[in-house]
């Protein structure tokens, strides 16, 4: 059983460029949740979908905008990138209501 | 302010001795309360996970302890392995709220 999927793994983008990143929930989960994790740090929550919908956002500006699609995978797409939007970028699933599992990130540098 | 405070920030050990870890959490109403071990430049692994009724829960050599009433938390590692090294995180998840708030992590480090 596959858990939690994240393309790609490793990605160098330029400043003020776009990027789109992508995951696939662990089976049985309907539930994607997005964390920006910058080095030394903890994740802070970027936004949850749940029937492609946007259930709850984070404090992110709005250059970060997600989807998801109606197999429960999800993108997140970043827009004008900064220097500082360098980080691990983790998606997490879960089944409605408990249990996130998390996939193993794709580290974004941007130069 | 939700806020998910660990101690220590790092940690060194002596491969099969005991450690403790702390998490302080300011996060109301309260959910739950997770571990995760995240190796470097990995996603986080769940080692357990405590409701506000439950006040203790084993994993293995991994026992976690929760006191609701004074918003702490602790993770006891017993016999430890060089394996164990990596960053421990304490994850809170309020009432309501679909957002995980994480502590910084405490990371362990086991020497032979």
């Known amino acids: 059983d596959a858990g939690v999927t994240q393309s790609p793994t490793h990605l160098i983008k330029t400043r003020g460029q776009q990027v789109t990143l992508r995951c696939s929930p662990k089976?049985?989960?309907?539930?994607v949740s997005w964390y920006q994790q910058a080095l030394g740090q903890g994740p802070q929550f970027i936004f949850q979908?749940?029937?492609?919908?946007?259930?709850q956002r984070g404090n992110f500006p709005d250059r970060f905008s997600g989807h998801q699609f109606p197999n429960y995978s999800s993108e997140l797409n970043v827009n004008a990138l900064l220097l500082g939007d360098s980080a691990l970028y983790l998606c997490?699933?879960?089944?409605?209501?408990?249990?996130?599992?998390f996939g193993s990130g794709t580290r974004l540098t941007v130069v | 302010k939700n806020q998910v405070e660990q101690s220590p920030q790092s940690l060194i050990i002596l491969e099969g001795k005991n450690c403790t870890l702390q998490c302080n959490y300011t996060v109301s109403p309260f959910s739950n309360l997770r571990w995760y071990k995240q190796d470097t430049g990995r996603g986080p692994v769940s080692l357990t996970i405590m409701t506000f009724s439950e006040n203790t829960k084993s994993n293995g050599r991994y026992t976690a302890t929760l006191d609701a009433d004074t918003k702490q938390s602790s993770l006891h590692i017993t016999s430890s392995q060089l394996s164990d090294s990596a960053s421990y995180i304490c994850v809170v998840s309020g009432a309501g709220s679909y957002q995980l708030t994480f502590g910084k992590g405490t990371k362990l480090s086991v020497i032979p």
């Open positions: 979908y749940y029937e492609e919908e946007e259930r």
């Open positions: 089976s049985g989960h309907d539930t």
């Open positions: 997490a699933s879960s089944p409605t209501g408990y249990g996130y599992t």
